[in-house]
């Protein structure tokens, strides 16, 4: 090791914040020491060796979508999957499917529907909260919101209030990659960094927790990656409201973008200990066992990660791109057992619900 990096070294080791700049170089470091570094600082923000997951379950009520971004293959102008909308009846079933399954959360997303309005979403909040009270609304996504707000000529202040108190209880926070360059290249009719950032602030107002989500492999440059953990970091100092942070990997078979090369398991398994060193007031970090396969997430678990989302019963938009991974409870405490943590299932807010 050098002087600067043995310097670098030990500013992680003493916990203290690292610049976008030193964030950068860590990407340059032997995986293993990088990953024991992670690792440190995960026990420093979650001293427990668990590790969490979620039985949910996600409802995607419609690929009508306006913003038929090149990334994603579930969109109806993508030609993959018929154009669809589901019924109140279609979606009542499939949360008493979750519930019968001994599910908490249902994740609601839909595309960027014309036609859809404020009105159209707190009709799908009550479907589901008149029915079951009890499930927790994890739901929509900033580029809904901003898309509802300008379709009903609202205020994001008075999209998230009214749908807070109609019963949505938080809102995943998909945020792709927080580049405009990308986005412009990639989504260009999705939302800006700064919409998704407003929306951040407004969900931080009416009290609601989101997460942060990272999609690379788009073909940004190592800065660019850097430059989103950096939205995320400044976004998690000004609200607190991210609860989790997950990366993935762009998975660009069936989309607009196939002659992109998908990123390889050690550029992921960096991410991962690169965003935990980073995002140092961000508490969990999801190992993504839908686009990186199981055995690629066990891993992450001793790199940095802390949880290993959710059961995801029904993933449609993933799968729309050819990527056949499916797992079950007793198949995530398994993987959790084997990389030596003690599996639970937690609810929406990261409380224990049973450990195995
Ligand atoms: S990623 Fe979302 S906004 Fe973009 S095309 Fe797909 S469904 Fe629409």
């Not at 990639?186 to 927790?209: G, I």
């Amino acid at each position: 090791m050098t002087i600067e990096e043995n310097k670098l070294r030990d500013k992680i080791i003493a916990n203290r914040r690292i610049t976008p700049d030193e964030a950068k170089k860590l990407f340059a470091w032997d995986l293993i020491e990088l990953g024991k570094l992670a690792d440190l600082r995960r026990k420093r923000v979650f001293p427990e060796e668990r590790v969490g997951f979620i039985i949910d379950r996600i409802i995607n009520f419609t690929n009508i979508c306006e913003a038929a971004c090149h990334f994603c293959a579930f969109h109806a102008k993508a030609n993959l999957i018929e154009p669809y909308e589901l019924s109140r009846d279609d979606i009542i079933r499939k949360v008493e499917a979750l519930i019968a399954a001994g599910g908490t959360q249902v994740m609601l997303q839909g595309g960027l529907h014309p036609d859809h309005t404020l009105d159209t979403y707190m009709d799908l909040v009550h479907t589901v909260k008149d029915a079951f009270p009890h499930v927790y609304l994890h739901s929509f996504s900033p580029a809904e919101l901003v898309h509802i707000a300008r379709k009903s000529g609202k205020s994001l202040d008075v999209v998230v209030s009214t749908l807070r108190d109609a019963g949505l209880d938080s809102v995943p926070g998909a945020s792709d990659l927080l580049v405009d360059r990308i986005r412009a290249r990639v989504s260009p009719r999705k939302l800006t960094t700064a919409e998704w950032c407003a929306v951040m602030d407004a969900l931080h107002r009416h009290n609601m927790k989101s997460s942060a989500t990272m999609t690379y492999g788009m073909g940004e440059t190592l800065g660019e990656r850097i430059d989103h953990l950096r939205v995320i970091r400044d976004t998690q100092d000004r609200t607190g409201i991210l609860r989790a942070f997950i990366p993935w990997s762009f998975s660009p078979s069936m989309t607009a973008m196939e002659d992109i090369v998908p990123a390889t398991g050690i550029e992921y398994l960096k991410i991962v200990a690169v965003a935990r060193i980073f995002l140092d007031n961000v508490t969990y970090i999801q190992a993504g066992w839908l686009t990186e396969g199981l055995k690629l997430a066990q891993i992450a678990l001793t790199m940095g990660a802390n949880d290993m989302g959710g059961v995801l019963m029904e993933e449609v938009v993933v799968k729309a791109t050819g990527i056949e991974t499916q797992t079950n409870m007793t198949e995530l405490i398994d993987i959790i057992s084997n990389a030596r943590k003690l599996p639970v299932q937690r609810d929406s807010d990261y409380r224990v619900i049973r450990s195995f």
